[in-house]
């Protein structure tokens, strides 16, 4: 309801209501909704004009339409919706200018929006003292619909003489799409909105990931091969433990030759990342395989609409080219990207190219119970590849720590990759509050991989006394995808005056037919195939049920409960199956193996949350998840083994605005089975079950509107509980109990900061405005197996640039320092001088990281 403010003798009333159309279909204001609206802190009153009132004071009203940032500042693009006149017009204007509100929110994520205020003027009364207004912070969640107007009132600031005027209306439309279902569970769930996305530089779209509490990602082996994950204590290799979704799409990939849960992010377009969602941890009941650390949800949608091209050139002989369409007068999530990339690479064997697109488009009556989302990306790379490098190679001066080995079989080390993948999301809302969606998504990837980890130790199983010719290994795996999902939500229950609450069910399935094959090339006869190890056909069926309760209990404390079943099936065509290699002449076989095995997997997921202050709240989580198997090791009629994922955090969240949110939470989490790489063969390999317990501590800070800043720290305890046992293959194996866990860093770091803003005066035809940035990722030392130890890793890049108009000018400085590290580093066997006899020890590997590299763009918009 709005207030009357008497701040002078001349007062003006303000009146703060949101009311929506009769074919709004909305929730109920009672409904527990993600998005709140705008509300006034500060207020500056109008001033009754001289002119006026030598004219004869009356009463005037004057309708504005303005835009709250989502820094809680006014914009400049007032519209006056209802005239009272010149004078009053602009005395309208220069207060509303000056006022302050706290912004509107999707979840924790400050939104802009648009809303049109009433200010009446009244004729001057009586002179009386001014009567102090204090800000309240009261207010009222507006519906998840952000397409359409919402039925609820945006308070203002009051006082003890304050009176109620009558209904102004106040339409107010936040950017965006409708949020149907909330996704904060337990502490560690962050939600990173664009504004922070934009405030450091990112040399790709994939290092989005970088301002996830807990999380560092590298890419030791080019532009066509997957990024190397990490993840609160867990070395997520590239994906095996990390749920991920672009766009409602999966992008993971079950039994991937090159890694469980196989998840590249290559095609992701940066200037596309509207939000990234992280779930850290596995509370949710919609999570479902490779949740084992936790998972990132990144949506895509862009904010300014129109044509834009950018082109980037920087060192290494670096291209990118940008081209972008954001129709107008159409949802943020409605547009058409493309990009390419080319690079000669920041040392030898190294160069690359890669080209992809997406395109998504949001359809549908806002005011319609139906709306759909279309959204379908292509994608394309291929890359030479460096491999690894021994330390002692590398210390000695036998190689550079940029280079490569000097053989056939190093320098051959490629890798080529292709996917596109297309959904369709219909999503429904109820007049009376309940909502649904359905997905449906086609998918294809290919994948192949020339890579030598060991140098020269490697025999043919088929081809006697034949050994030698370098360890190339090609890796290849096709998969073709389809699944769908749905879930329906009821409309909210209220039993009594004290609980409120909706009931959730759904579904997701997935189908896959994956082609793979392993095998050793001789680089110097034309890579000519000189061993066969893997030549199989998996089909798999996962198809998952979950339920999900959501009350609310007075508003002081949230209970979430649900449950999630999972049945996986497998058929297996593994046509080098029960192979005899030539070291046992004696046996004889028929090649091939074909078995089928099924498996079910469930678990519960609980949360709580506890506000007992408006600023502060009190959060714990309970989940137990799973982890499918790679179908290949499974036996026939095996009942499918998954690891065991066993999740708990509790943490609190304090911030009663955005100039200061923190977040502090302990974990733990348990594994049945863990996998680690095995660099002999190329692939995972189990290690047994682990345990980790850890903290994270995060802020986010907006002490001025033109300043954002933010840091986490996260710390982990990761142990080894149960290793596999020494084999007669195997007398040393490289993992004992107890030993913390290899490759798993105890702290991971992350620092953002920007500034942006105006740097001439607004109303200029050409605006002039600024922007800086800065981020910094932290790798402590980590362990490796065989007791050795991987440096630290301390990244800075730099960003800064100029726009003016339609015109802009950016520089991007990655790893200012200049410091050589690792972006992948282990510890094993190898050999890599073959004029030298074979050495039997552990030896560090480091597969490097980009040197000092930047980037300038020039960029239009229109």
Same mark, same amino acid.
């Given at each position: 309801?709005?207030a009357?403010?008497?701040?002078?003798?001349?007062?003006?009333?303000?009146?703060?209501?949101?009311?929506?159309?009769?074919?709004?279909?909305?929730?109920?204001?009672?409904?527990?909704?993600?998005?709140?609206?705008?509300?006034?802190?500060?207020?500056?009153?109008?001033?009754?004009?001289?002119?006026a009132?030598?004219?004869?004071?009356?009463?005037?009203?004057?309708?504005?339409?303005?835009?709250?940032?989502?820094?809680?500042?006014?914009?400049?693009?007032?519209?006056?919706?209802?005239?009272?006149?010149?004078?009053?017009?602009?005395?309208?204007?220069?207060?509303?200018?000056?006022?302050?509100?706290?912004?509107?929110?999707?979840?924790?994520?400050?939104?802009?929006?648009?809303?049109?205020?009433?200010?009446?003027?009244?004729?001057?009364?009586?002179?009386?003292?001014?009567?102090?207004?204090?800000?309240?912070?009261?207010?009222?969640?507006?519906?998840?619909?952000?397409?359409t107007?919402?039925?609820?009132?945006?308070?203002?600031?009051?006082?003890?003489?304050?009176?109620?005027?009558?209904?102004?209306?106040?339409?107010?439309?936040?950017r965006?799409?409708?949020?149907?279902?909330?996704?904060?569970?337990?502490?560690?769930?962050f939600?990173?909105?664009?504004?922070?996305?934009?405030?450091?530089?990112?040399?790709?779209?994939?290092?989005?990931?970088?301002?996830?509490?807990g999380?560092?990602?590298?890419?030791?082996?080019?532009?066509?091969?997957?990024?190397?994950?990490?993840?609160?204590?867990?070395?997520?290799?590239?994906?095996?433990?990390?749920?991920?979704?672009?766009?409602?799409?999966?992008?993971?990939l079950?039994?991937?030759?090159?890694?469980?849960?196989?998840?590249?992010?290559?095609?992701?377009?940066?200037?596309?990342?509207?939000?990234?969602?992280?779930?850290?941890g596995?509370?949710?009941?919609?999570?479902?395989?490779?949740?084992?650390?936790?998972?990132?949800d990144?949506?895509?949608?862009?904010?300014?609409?129109?044509?834009?091209?950018?082109?980037?050139?920087?060192?290494?002989?670096?291209?990118?080219?940008?081209a972008?369409?954001?129709?107008?007068?159409?949802?943020?999530?409605?547009?058409?990207?493309?990009?390419?990339q080319?690079?000669?690479?920041?040392?030898?064997n190294?160069?690359?190219?890669?080209?992809?697109?997406?395109?998504?488009?949001?359809?549908?009556?806002?005011?319609?119970?139906?709306?759909?989302r279309?959204?379908?990306?292509?994608?394309?790379?291929?890359?030479?590849?460096a491999?690894?490098?021994?330390?002692?190679?590398?210390d000695?001066?036998?190689?550079?720590?940029?280079?490569?080995?000097?053989?056939?079989?190093?320098?051959?080390?490629?890798?080529?990759?292709?996917?596109?993948?297309?959904?369709?999301?219909?999503?429904?809302r109820?007049?009376?509050?309940?909502?649904?969606?359905?997905?449906?998504?086609?998918?294809?990837?290919?994948?192949?991989?020339?890579?030598?980890?060991?140098?020269f130790?490697?025999?043919?199983?088929?081809?006697?006394?034949?050994?030698?010719?370098?360890?190339?290994?090609?890796?290849?795996?096709?998969?073709?995808?389809?699944?769908?999902?749905?879930?329906?939500?009821?409309?909210p229950?209220?039993?009594a005056?004290?609980?409120?609450?909706?009931?959730?069910?759904?579904?997701?399935?997935?189908?896959?037919?994956v082609?793979?094959?392993?095998?050793?090339?001789d680089?110097?006869?034309r890579?000519?195939?000189?061993?066969?190890?893997?030549?199989?056909?998996?089909?798999?069926l996962?198809?998952?049920?979950?339920?999900?309760?959501?009350?609310?209990?007075?508003?002081?404390?949230?209970?979430?409960?649900?449950?999630?079943?999972?049945?996986?099936?497998?058929?297996v065509?593994?046509?080098?199956?029960?192979?005899?290699?030539?070291?046992?002449?004696?046996d004889?076989?028929?090649?091939?193996?074909?078995?089928?095995?099924?498996?079910?997997?469930?678990?519960?997921?609980?949360?709580?949350?506890?506000?007992?202050?408006?600023?502060?709240?009190?959060?714990?989580?309970?989940?137990?998840g =799973?982890?499918?198997?790679?179908?290949?090791?499974?036996?026939?009629?095996?009942?499918?083994?998954?690891?065991?994922?066993?999740?708990?955090?509790?943490?609190?969240?304090?911030g009663?605005?955005?100039?200061?949110e /923190?977040?502090?939470a302990? =974990?733990?989490?348990?594994?049945?089975?863990?996998?680690?790489?095995?660099?002999?063969?190329?692939?995972?390999?189990?290690?047994?079950?682990t345990?980790?317990?850890g903290?994270?501590?995060?802020?986010?800070?907006?002490?001025?509107?033109?300043?954002?800043?933010?840091?986490?720290?996260?710390?982990?305890?990761?142990?080894? /509980?149960?290793?596999?046992?020494?084999?007669?293959?195997?007398?040393?194996?490289?993992?004992?109990q107890g030993?913390k866990?290899?490759?798993?860093?105890?702290?991971?770091?992350?620092a953002?900061?920007?500034?942006?803003?105006?740097?001439a005066?607004?109303?200029?035809?050409?605006?002039?405005?600024?922007?800086?940035?800065?981020?910094?990722?932290?790798?402590?030392?980590?362990?490796?197996?065989?007791?050795?130890?991987?440096?630290?890793?301390?990244?800075?890049?730099?960003?800064?640039?100029?726009r003016?108009?339609?015109?802009?000018?950016?520089?991007a400085?990655?790893?200012?320092?200049?410091?050589? =590290?690792?972006?992948?580093?282990?510890?094993?066997?190898?050999?890599?001088?073959?004029?030298?006899?074979?050495?039997?020890?552990?030896?560090?590997?480091?597969?490097?990281?980009?040197?000092?590299?930047?980037?300038?763009?020039?960029?239009?918009?229109?």
């Amino acid at each position: 309801m709005g207030a009357l403010v008497r701040a002078s003798a001349y007062a003006a009333v303000v009146s703060a209501l949101i009311v929506a159309p009769a074919l709004a279909r909305a929730e109920p204001p009672t409904a527990m909704d993600a998005i709140r609206p705008p509300v006034l802190l500060e207020q500056t009153p109008a001033v009754y004009p001289e002119e006026a009132r030598d004219d004869g004071a009356e009463e005037r009203e004057v309708a504005l339409l303005i835009t709250i940032q989502s820094d809680g500042d006014v914009g400049e693009d007032i519209e006056v919706a209802s005239s009272g006149g010149a004078a009053f017009d602009a005395a309208a204007i220069t207060a509303v200018r000056a006022w302050r509100f706290a912004p509107a929110r999707r979840g924790e994520q400050a939104i802009a929006s648009r809303i049109r205020v009433s200010v009446r003027f009244t004729p001057p009364a009586p002179p009386e003292p001014p009567a102090p207004s204090r800000p309240t912070t009261t207010d009222r969640p507006i519906p998840e619909d952000t397409s359409t107007p919402a039925e609820t009132s945006a308070p203002g600031p009051g006082d003890a003489a304050s009176e109620a005027p009558g209904d102004e209306a106040i339409d107010v439309t936040v950017r965006g799409e409708r949020e149907l279902r909330e996704q904060e569970r337990g502490a560690s769930s962050f939600t990173v909105d664009r504004e922070l996305l934009e405030a450091a530089p990112r040399s790709e779209g994939a290092e989005v990931l970088r301002s996830a509490p807990g999380v560092f990602i590298g890419r030791g082996e080019g532009m066509a091969v997957a990024h190397r994950y990490m993840l609160r204590g867990f070395d997520a290799d590239h994906g095996q433990d990390i749920e991920m979704r672009v766009g409602g799409l999966p992008i993971n990939l079950p039994s991937h030759i090159h890694g469980q849960g196989y998840a590249d992010l290559g095609f992701l377009i940066g200037e596309t990342v509207d939000e990234l969602h992280a779930m850290e941890g596995v509370y949710d009941p919609r999570q479902g395989d490779f949740a084992v650390a936790g998972s990132f949800d990144i949506r895509l949608g862009v904010r300014e609409r129109g044509w834009r091209a950018a082109s980037s050139y920087g060192r290494f002989n670096t291209f990118r080219q940008l081209a972008l369409w954001a129709p107008e007068d159409q949802p943020d999530e409605t547009f058409a990207a493309v990009q390419y990339q080319r690079s000669d690479g920041f040392g030898d064997n190294r160069e690359g190219q890669q080209a992809s697109g997406i395109v998504q488009a949001r359809f549908g009556k806002p005011e319609g119970p139906w709306r759909h989302r279309v959204i379908g990306f292509m994608h394309g790379a291929r890359a030479g590849l460096a491999g690894v490098l021994r330390q002692d190679d590398i210390d000695a001066g036998l190689v550079d720590y940029h280079g490569v080995y000097p053989y056939p079989t190093a320098l051959a080390q490629s890798a080529l990759a292709g996917r596109v993948m297309a959904g369709l999301f219909p999503e429904y809302r109820g007049a009376r509050g309940d909502n649904a969606g359905v997905g449906l998504w086609l998918g294809y990837d290919s994948f192949r991989l020339q890579s030598n980890f060991t140098g020269f130790t490697q025999k043919s199983q088929s081809l006697e006394s034949v050994g030698g010719r370098g360890d190339l290994f090609e890796l290849q795996n096709r998969t073709v995808s389809a699944g769908l999902s749905g879930r329906y939500r009821t409309r909210p229950y209220r039993p009594a005056w004290w609980a409120i609450g909706t009931v959730e069910l759904g579904l997701d399935g997935r189908l896959d037919r994956v082609e793979q094959a392993q095998y050793l090339l001789d680089a110097a006869v034309r890579n000519q195939s000189w061993d066969h190890r893997v030549d199989a056909v998996i089909h798999g069926l996962d198809l998952g049920l979950w339920g999900d309760l959501d009350w609310r209990f007075t508003q002081y404390l949230r209970l979430r409960a649900g449950v999630r079943m999972d049945a996986l099936f497998y058929d297996v065509d593994d046509r080098l199956g029960n192979f005899a290699p030539t070291t046992r002449p004696d046996d004889s076989f028929l090649p091939g193996f074909r078995r089928s095995a099924q498996g079910l997997a469930a678990g519960p997921r609980a949360s709580a949350e506890v506000t007992p202050l408006d600023w502060l709240a009190i959060r714990a989580a309970y989940g137990e998840g =799973y982890r499918s198997p790679q179908a290949r090791t499974l036996a026939d009629g095996e009942r499918a083994p998954f690891t065991k994922v066993r999740s708990a955090d509790l943490g609190l969240r304090l911030g009663r605005d955005e100039r200061l949110e /923190l977040t502090t939470a302990g =974990y733990f989490t348990q594994l049945s089975d863990d996998v680690a790489f095995e660099p002999r063969e190329g692939r995972l390999e189990r290690i047994g079950a682990t345990r980790r317990l850890g903290a994270v501590v995060t802020a986010q800070t907006r002490p001025l509107p033109w300043l954002l800043g933010a840091l986490s720290v996260t710390y982990v305890d990761a142990t080894l /509980l149960e290793p596999p046992p020494a084999t007669a293959e195997d007398p040393q194996p490289p993992f004992t109990q107890g030993q913390k866990l290899p490759f798993v860093a105890p702290v991971v770091a992350r620092a953002d900061l920007g500034v942006h803003g105006p740097l001439a005066r607004a109303g200029a035809k050409w605006p002039l405005s600024g922007r800086l940035g800065a981020g910094f990722s932290y790798l402590s030392p980590r362990p490796l197996p065989y007791g050795a130890r991987a440096d630290h890793v301390p990244l800075l890049d730099l960003s800064g640039g100029l726009r003016f108009g339609p015109l802009d000018l950016g520089a991007a400085f990655f790893n200012v320092l200049n410091r050589d =590290y690792a972006a992948v580093e282990y510890n094993f066997a190898s050999h890599w001088n073959p004029a030298r006899p074979r050495p039997r020890t552990p030896a560090r590997h480091i597969s490097a990281g980009a040197p000092f590299s930047f980037l300038i763009t020039l960029g239009v918009t229109l």
